[in-house]
């Protein structure tokens, strides 16, 4: 059921018909507000695309030749540049010749054969109606999808003087499938994930929603990450029954000994780099994907993070995206980024990455969601640094 707002916001149904035959925009004028439509009328194709530019038009309903032989389809082709969701019944005294059919391959559009017969156009209009009115409840379940994805992703970083945090999200469509979250537990650790959901869309983001509710639940309840994440796969599992699954990575900071607690539910493997060293190793998985296996375990591993090491955690998308000679950008290719700007701060280092993947792209369409996160280990310095900030700010409060 639509709101009352949703319902306000909708648009009324209004169709222009266009033909410079007068007895048969009479025809089509009188038997459309016969069935409670709202028309307005033109005789020629300038009249008309002056109705369309300065007023709301649902339909049109045109004669595709009149003062000029193909007047109407330069009028549907003008109308289509300006408002390509613009539905549109052409009208034909004949068989449709070739520049009928390109017109009807290229723009979409729906004929209607003269002479003109009231049930086939009461048909005709009555689905264009009901497909007019899927696409609307369609946007608006987009909508609300969005605003659930949105809600999924956090409103700030970890407060923590220790963590330099950088995080991005970019989905192909307008909802995507990857999410991510920064929690801060009661205890004073963060609990710090990314998530892949299979699919797109409305399901994806209820799913990714459910999967945020549950773990905002588990976090202060479970006794080791690795519980948790069994929690978390048990209840997905029994509660969606959808054949829903997600890949995701959890790490757990404590910033009072520099620990990482982490489980690897079936996610691409993170990378650490070591500051001291100047190398890099992976963070393999520790655990099946989530919503498959009701009864499935998962490991906790546990690390110490130094001063200056650096953790991205990615999903597929940083990776599977492709240019014309489909070639991929690669780990090893973020790798050598955080090992050339291993001294700057998290936010350099991943606009620099960000800039990378789309240079390698070079120009070609990115066709999958991509998501990472950057973690870097303050210096003692910079705790120090960060701290006066953070009391400065607290006294002129």
Same mark, same amino acid.
């Given at each position: 059921?639509?709101?009352?707002?949703?319902?306000?916001?909708?648009?009324?149904?209004?169709?222009?018909?266009?033909?410079?035959?007068?007895?048969?925009?009479?025809?089509?004028?009188?038997?459309?507000?016969?069935?409670?439509?709202?028309?307005?009328?033109?005789?020629?194709?300038?009249?008309?695309?002056?109705?369309?530019?300065?007023?709301?038009?649902?339909?049109?309903?045109?004669?595709?030749?009149?003062?000029?032989?193909?007047?109407?389809?330069?009028?549907?082709?003008?109308?289509?540049?300006?408002?390509?969701?613009?539905?549109?019944?052409?009208?034909?005294?004949?068989?449709?010749?070739?520049?009928?059919?390109?017109?009807?391959?290229?723009?979409?559009?729906?004929?209607?054969?003269?002479?003109?017969?009231?049930?086939?156009?009461?048909?005709?209009?009555?689905?264009?109606?009901?497909?007019?009115?899927?696409?609307?409840?369609?946007?608006?379940?987009?909508?609300?999808?969005?605003?659930?994805?949105?809600?999924?992703?956090?409103?700030?970083?970890?407060?923590?003087?220790?963590?330099?945090?950088?995080?991005?999200?970019?989905?192909?469509?307008?909802?995507?499938?990857?999410?991510?979250?920064?929690?801060?537990?009661?205890?004073?650790?963060?609990?710090?994930? !990314? /998530?892949? +959901?299979?699919?797109?869309?409305? =399901?994806?983001?209820? $799913?990714?929603?459910?999967?945020?509710? *549950?773990? @905002?639940?588990?976090?202060?309840?479970?006794?080791?990450?690795?519980?948790?994440?069994?929690?978390?796969?048990?209840?997905?599992?029994?509660?969606?029954?959808?054949?829903?699954?997600?890949?995701?990575?959890?790490?757990?900071?404590?910033?009072?000994?520099?620990? !990482? /607690?982490? +489980?690897?539910?079936?996610?691409? =493997?993170?990378?650490? $780099?070591?500051?001291?060293?100047?190398? *890099?190793? @992976?963070?393999?998985?520790?655990?099946?994907?989530?919503?498959?296996?009701?009864?499935?375990?998962?490991?906790?591993?546990?690390?110490?993070?130094?001063?200056?090491?650096?953790?991205?955690?990615?999903?597929?998308?940083?990776?599977?995206?492709?240019?014309?000679?489909?070639?991929?950008?690669?780990?090893?290719?973020?790798?050598?980024?955080?090992?050339?700007?291993?001294?700057?701060?998290?936010?350099?280092?991943?606009?620099?990455?960000?800039?990378?993947?789309?240079?390698?792209?070079?120009?070609?369409?990115?066709?999958?969601?991509?998501?990472?996160?950057?973690?870097?280990?303050?210096?003692?310095?910079?705790?120090?640094?960060?701290?006066?900030?953070?009391?400065?700010?607290?006294?002129?409060?």
């Amino acid at each position: 059921m639509k709101s009352q707002s949703q319902a306000s916001s909708v648009k009324p149904f209004r169709i222009l018909a266009v033909d410079d035959e007068t007895y048969i925009l009479d025809f089509l004028k009188e038997a459309l507000e016969f069935w409670g439509y709202e028309v307005v009328t033109a005789a020629d194709s300038r009249s008309a695309f002056d109705i369309i530019k300065s007023g709301y038009i649902s339909l049109l309903i045109t004669d595709i030749k009149m003062e000029e032989s193909d007047s109407g389809i330069k009028l549907i082709e003008n109308a289509k540049a300006l408002f390509p969701d613009l539905m549109i019944i052409v009208i034909t005294g004949s068989f449709a010749d070739e520049k009928a059919m390109r017109l009807y391959a290229e723009q979409e559009v729906s004929f209607l054969q003269k002479p003109l017969r009231a049930n086939e156009l009461k048909a005709l209009v009555s689905k264009t109606v009901q497909q007019h009115l899927r696409e609307i409840e369609l946007k608006i379940d987009i909508q609300a999808a969005k605003k659930i994805i949105e809600n999924t992703f956090p409103k700030k970083n970890p407060d923590s003087s220790r963590i330099d945090l950088f995080s991005i999200y970019r989905p192909v469509y307008d909802i995507g499938g990857d999410f991510y979250d920064f929690i801060q537990l009661s205890d004073g650790r963060h609990l710090i994930y !990314l /998530c892949d +959901v299979e699919g797109h869309g409305i =399901h994806a983001a209820i $799913f990714a929603n459910t999967i945020r509710i *549950f773990l @905002r639940a588990f976090a202060e309840t479970s006794t080791a990450p690795g519980e948790m994440v069994a929690r978390l796969n048990r209840a997905i599992s029994a509660e969606t029954r959808s054949n829903s699954m997600a890949t995701a990575f959890f790490a757990f900071y404590d910033p009072a000994d520099n620990s !990482l /607690c982490y +489980v690897n539910a079936g996610h691409e =493997h993170p990378v650490l $780099f070591r500051a001291a060293e100047g190398s *890099f190793e @992976r963070l393999e998985t520790t655990g099946t994907i989530i919503g498959i296996f009701e009864d499935a375990s998962y490991e906790t591993k546990r690390t110490l993070l130094n001063e200056g090491d650096i953790l991205f955690l990615y999903t597929d998308g940083v990776c599977d995206n492709y240019n014309i000679k489909y070639q991929h950008f690669t780990i090893d290719m973020a790798s050598a980024i955080i090992l050339d700007n291993k001294n700057e701060n998290s936010q350099f280092i991943g606009r620099r990455i960000i800039s990378r993947i789309q240079q390698q792209l070079g120009g070609n369409p990115q066709h999958d969601d991509l998501a990472f996160i950057l973690l870097k280990i303050n210096s003692g310095a910079q705790v120090a640094e960060n701290n006066h900030h953070r009391a400065a700010r607290a006294s002129s409060t």
